[in-house]
């Protein structure tokens, strides 16, 4: 049967490489149809780069479930400046406006029907293992997409395929059940996981998904939907269920057979031990250089980054590491919060997470490789024979909440952010160290699109400590400790908890980790009182609506308010309702309206 409407989709990813605008502009294409293409292997990942490339836009910041995740959990604050009311509204479960979030579902539902399309096209191919392998790379994507989904708005409309023809493509698919929308996601990263070929880690070019980031997804899944929903296995289309026990032997392969190793220093895994930044960076100078992307065995899952030079259709940059970066103004600020380069001042670490942490492991080497704190920071300065170590805290103190930034404490997560280094005459930085030579030598160097680390979804220590979580052994939990020289310690369900919040914390996971050990609403609550400075004025922490964070998380249940366009455009059933629902908790009333920042 011809599928013209997957061809248009597929001919759209091939404009989206070449530039082009029109969606529907398919004349350079009309060689390529279901009987010739794709029918190499080179043909399927020409196409499926176009599905990748979502990937991409996906995590651009204004769109992204880790960015939403990470302001929503207990380890960070909205932050930015005062007119950025989104992040500091959606901390506070509140809004700024009706379609808040209407661009992560457009975006989503834009790149399901890529993944769909290359679905439908892949069938095409001759059977074998490059078949096998494209096949499941698009399925992983598509359950990674509605898991986005799902987690962030509950109940939404599920496009299980392409559609056969136009009249159907017109259609919009009614909203699914929790429990199928799952069922959908667990049938596509089952189908991945036992398809796909075994390899080694490096076996294909850096940013492709395996077999492995497959195993890894599946048992996030698992984690999420068995202890959110509070049951004994996840279920699968076909009728079947996947067990535990299914999971651990997934992880064990992934584990023993894939070639993924821990690197030897936690440091070295960010970027800030770069060749370059290191040797100017007191806490990093004796840190083996950062392991760069596409080398590191530690990687299972990663969006490849690089620079870009205008803003354009395709997101190509890190925006994580703008929009995490201080908002001090002036590039020669940035001599007093090295290795920090200049960003949008979203996100400042809750330095309740520092506080518990110096309590529950007081001389972990993560915390501070993972967290710029001012007041435990040392920066260098001057040059040469007269270059000493100095504290920061009295430099930062003229920064504290320039620049007008909000909901600041003085904290900065140092995992994925704007890096910076010195030029070669030592007085000058490099706005990001990818600009200089030795890197990406990009000629343009700028503070918003010069950032290329690529984005991590999910690290080898990830897949350990789930397999330890859900074999109930301590191996994976003690080989992550073993690596900072922490003890060893028995397996608790308290010890994957606090090994989880630290050794991932500001990776994408706190927030779904909070919701299925259901501690969320308790930990939320845990940010008032805090001391933060808007506009250099110190204030605290407090709540923005007649409601605590955890009293909206309770009335909520984590889920947040399905955009009015999309209620709009899906219509009333017969009796005049709506079909799209909105969620439990989200009321349309002034109380929940974000305006501004209040110091009640």
């Not at 989104?86 to 979030?101: E, K």
């Not at 769909?116 to 698009?138: H, R, S, Y």
């Not at 439990?584 to 009333?589: A, C, F, K, R, T």
């Amino acid at each position: 049967m011809k599928k013209l409407v997957y061809l248009l989709v597929i001919a759209a990813m091939f404009s989206l490489l070449a530039g082009c605008d029109d969606f529907l502009d398919v004349s350079n294409y009309t060689v390529k149809d279901e009987s010739s293409y794709p029918k190499t292997e080179a043909d399927a990942i020409e196409m499926l780069n176009g599905v990748y490339s979502r990937l991409n836009r996906n995590t651009a910041v204004g769109s992204s479930y880790y960015g939403l995740s990470e302001v929503l959990s207990d380890q960070r604050f909205g932050g930015g400046g005062m007119a950025d009311r989104g992040n500091q509204a959606v901390n506070q479960f509140m809004y700024t406006s009706q379609n808040q979030i209407n661009g992560t579902w457009t975006s989503r539902y834009t790149s399901i029907a890529y993944a769909n399309a290359a679905l439908a096209a892949l069938a095409n191919m001759n059977e074998g293992t490059v078949k096998d392998q494209k096949i499941g790379e698009a399925k992983v994507m598509l359950a990674l997409w509605y898991f986005e989904l799902v987690q962030l708005l509950g109940d939404i409309p599920l496009m299980k395929r392409a559609p056969e023809n136009l009249e159907e493509a017109k259609t919009s698919p009614l909203p699914s059940s929790q429990e199928d929308i799952y069922k959908f996601i667990a049938q596509n990263l089952w189908e991945a996981y036992n398809s796909m070929p075994e390899c080694q880690w490096d076996t294909y070019p850096s940013g492709t998904i395996t077999k492995w980031a497959a195993a890894g997804m599946l048992a996030r899944v698992y984690l999420f939907y068995t202890g959110f929903y509070q049951k004994a296995s996840l279920p699968l289309e076909d009728g079947g269920q996947i067990t535990n026990n299914q999971i651990v032997s997934a992880l064990d392969e992934c584990i023993n057979k894939s070639g993924h190793s821990l690197i030897p220093d936690f440091r070295s895994l960010w970027a800030y031990t770069n060749s370059l930044t290191k040797a100017d960076y007191p806490f990093a100078i004796d840190a083996p250089t950062w392991v760069r992307d596409g080398e590191n065995p530690e990687h299972v899952f990663v969006v490849k980054m690089k620079p870009h030079s205008t803003y354009n259709s395709t997101i190509s940059c890190n925006e994580y590491q703008l929009y995490y970066a201080p908002r001090q103004g002036g590039a020669t600020d940035y001599t007093k919060l090295f290795p920090l380069g200049m960003g949008w001042g979203h996100g400042p670490v809750n330095s309740r997470l520092w506080d518990d942490w110096v309590i529950d492991e007081p001389n972990d080497l993560r915390r501070k490789a993972t967290i710029w704190n001012y007041k435990a920071e040392t920066i260098f300065t001057g040059t040469g024979s007269d270059r000493v170590e100095v504290s920061a805290e009295s430099y930062y103190e003229s920064q504290w909440g320039a620049d007008r930034m909000w909901e600041e404490t003085g904290m900065w997560q140092k995992k994925m952010v704007a890096t910076r280094a010195y030029k070669p005459d030592g007085i000058n930085l490099y706005y990001s160290f990818m600009s200089a030579p030795e890197y990406f030598n990009y000629v343009n160097d700028n503070f918003q699109q010069g950032h290329g680390c690529d984005f991590i979804f999910m690290r080898f220590a990830d897949i350990l400590l789930m397999h330890s979580e859900l074999s109930q052994t301590a191996d994976g939990l003690n080989r992550v400790r073993a690596r900072v020289n922490l003890p060893p310690v028995t397996y608790s369900i308290e010890a994957i908890q606090k090994e989880r919040r630290y050794e991932l914390a500001f990776e994408g996971v706190r927030w779904g980790d909070m919701r299925r050990w259901h501690i969320a609403d308790i930990m939320l609550d845990r940010m008032y009182g805090v001391e933060i400075r808007n506009d250099a004025i110190p204030t605290v922490m407090k709540k923005q609506s007649p409601w605590t964070a955890g009293e909206r998380y309770r009335e909520t249940n984590g889920f947040l308010q399905v955009p009015l366009t999309q209620r709009e455009l899906a219509g009333k059933d017969e009796s005049g309702n709506d079909i799209l629902k909105q969620n439990q908790g989200w009321p349309d009333i002034p109380e929940l309206l974000f305006t501004q920042w209040v110091d009640n």
